[in-house]
């Protein structure tokens, strides 16, 4: 693991399925829909950067969105330096899937970043 690396993104679209269509088109990205997950898993070429995304439609957030998911060893302690130093917390951590945890937060500008935090063995 490499703390603070960005691991993955998400985009929070109006429409999931015109997004998922123009960056297979636009880009000829690998975009298909995970229905276990109910979102679209998009696998652009990386060449050692972090390409992996998600894409779905919005249903709580009223503005569509870009997440970037920043890898950490200690979630609360980086919450509380987000807190610290200026940024807001939109999502206290919780686990949304076995393994993880998650928050969001928006820096002091305003941009929604995340934090996530993997259990030993779990897979980025």
């Known amino acids: 693991m490499i703390d ?6 998400e985009l929070a679209s109006n429409d999931g399925e015109r997004s998922a269509q123009f960056f ?3 880009f ?3 975009v298909a829909f995970d229905e276990g997950l109910g979102f679209w898993r998009v696998n652009p070429p990386t060449e050692g950067n972090p390409g992996k995304g998600y ?3 919005l249903k709580r957030a009223k503005l569509p969105f870009v997440a970037v998911y920043i890898q950490v060893s200690d ?10 130093h200026g940024g807001h917390i939109v999502l206290e951590p919780e686990e949304p899937s076995p393994g993880a945890l998650v928050c969001l937060f928006n820096e002091p500008s305003g941009v929604t970043f995340a934090l996530v935090q993997y259990s030993k063995g779990q897979a980025q």
């Open 75 to 84: 979630i609360r302690a980086m919450r509380d330096r987000v807190v610290e």
């Open 24 to 26: 297979r088109t636009v």
């Open 55 to 57: 894409l779905f439609t």
């Open 28 to 30: 000829g990205w690998d």
């Open 4 to 9: 603070n690396a960005v691991v993955f993104w």
